[in-house]
């Protein structure tokens, strides 16, 4: 009996060591993304939000300006591929939009909602990938990936 829960023990401590360990930031890092969708399922044509949220993983307040285009912080690479793995293309649609400041504490969460169906196709039934990422060469933060279904 108390070899099994000596083995459970172990076990879960690896498991929880090994969560903190794949999930602590790059070095240089200095935020880090995370992606939900708003709906799971979305009817083709329908509108297709994510709620983005970035984290400071820094002792001092982030401070950026970002444009947001037709709803959409373009502070941010979006990845979107279909369920053959093709990479879904961005359309070409005139911008409109305004710019923004961003301001995050230390430790703290930013969270705000993207609609990213005007920058890409989503009419198509099946499902997509979807990935946010910053824009900034050193400590790159990337986002977990999410899965929009679209159905007819």
Same mark, same amino acid.
């Given at each position: 009996m108390?070899? !099994?829960i000596r083995q459970m023990f172990i076990i879960v401590t690896a498991v929880i060591i090994g969560t903190a360990v794949l999930s602590a930031p790059a070095p240089g890092q200095k935020t880090s993304l995370s992606i939900k969708l708003l709906k799971e399922t979305i009817q083709s044509g329908d509108a297709v939000y994510l709620r983005i949220t970035e984290k400071n993983l820094t002792n001092v307040q982030l401070s950026r300006d970002y444009f947001a285009v037709n709803g959409v912080d373009t502070t941010y690479d979006y990845y979107v591929q279909d369920q053959a793995g093709n990479e879904v293309p961005e !359309? %070409?649609?005139p911008? $409109?939009?305004s710019f923004w400041t961003l301001r995050i504490p230390p430790g703290r =969460? =930013?969270?705000r909602p993207q609609f990213i169906g005007w920058m890409f196709d989503f009419t198509k039934p099946g499902n997509y990938d979807i990935t946010a990422s910053e824009k900034e060469e050193i400590g $790159?933060? %990337?986002s977990n990936t999410v899965t929009p279904t679209v159905t007819k």
């Open positions: 108390q070899i !099994k !359309k %070409r649609i911008p $409109v939009g =969460e =930013e969270s $790159v933060a %990337r």
